[in-house]
Antibody, heavy 118, light 106 residues
Framework: QVQLVQSGAEVKTPGASVKVSCKAS????????MHWVRQAPGQGLEWMGM????????YYAQKFQGIFTMTRDTSTSTVYMELSSLRSEDTAVYYC???????????WGQGALVTVSS | SYELTQPLSVSVALGQTARITCGGN??????VHWYQQKPGQAPVLVIY???NRPSGIPERFSGSNSGNTATLTITRAQAGDEADYYC?????????FGGGTKLTVL
């Protein structure tokens, strides 16, 4: 069965960076784009970007360009997201989600809470 | 940028029909997807490409999309349907989510 397992919660200070992993299993890793979506406490879903695990190409939402980086390791079927220059407003649950046919998200990770606090 | 508008909240009596709308400019020309999110959990896909149900989603969930409004309809609402619901589309190379609707089953 398809599973996306994310790394655990993180606490960071303002200005720091955070790296979250998402390990995929149960399907051919390189056949599906992986997306990152975040959700601030009590707020809605916000799309951050996507990565093609096959070639590693990425596309970032304009808001996150320059501070957000996605990478992948095909040997372990894992994608990573790194967000830099953290601010308190970046406190959120970060989800990876498998993109189906470039359209909808059929599987989601369990989420990783990132807390930014001094 | 493209915007999706959802009502903040919708209430429905147990066993009745709930309708959650998602408004956007000419949204009828786009594929709309719907997700259900319960507290502390990741979103779950309930409708894709306007009208399609993934396996495991009850037939009570259905979708429609025309003009400037897409609608998620939940018939015979149950207590377990109480959740936040989000619509989602693609605008060029960017995924866009609606602000979410909290469904309360009375």
């Amino acid at each position: 069965q398809v599973q996306l397992v994310q790394s655990g919660a993180e606490v960071k200070t303002p200005g720091a960076s955070v790296k979250v992993s998402c390990k995929a299993s149960g399907y051919t890793f390189t056949n599906y784009y992986m997306h990152w979506v975040r959700q601030a406490p009590g707020q809605g879903l916000e799309w951050m970007g996507m990565i093609n695990p096959s070639g590693g190409s990425t596309y970032y939402a304009q808001k996150f360009q320059g501070i957000f980086t996605m990478t992948r390791d095909t040997s372990t079927s894992t994608v990573y997201m790194e967000l830099s220059s953290l601010r308190s407003e970046d406190t959120a649950v970060y989800y990876c989600a498998r993109g189906y046919s470039g359209s909808f998200y059929d599987y989601w990770g369990q989420g990783a809470l990132v807390t930014v606090s001094s | 940028s493209y915007e999706l508008t959802q009502p903040l909240s919708v209430s429905v009596a147990l066993g009745q029909t709930a309708r959650i709308t998602c408004g956007g400019n000419n949204i009828g020309s786009k594929n709309v997807h719907w997700y259900q999110q319960k507290p502390g959990q990741a979103p779950v896909l309930v409708i894709y490409r306007d009208t399609n149900r993934p396996s495991g989603i009850p037939e009570r969930f259905s979708g429609s999309n025309s003009g400037n409004t897409a609608t998620l309809t939940i018939t015979r609402a149950q207590a377990g349907d109480e959740a936040d619901y989000y619509c989602q589309v693609w605008d060029g190379s960017t995924a866009v989510f609606g602000g979410g609707t909290k469904l309360t089953v009375l």
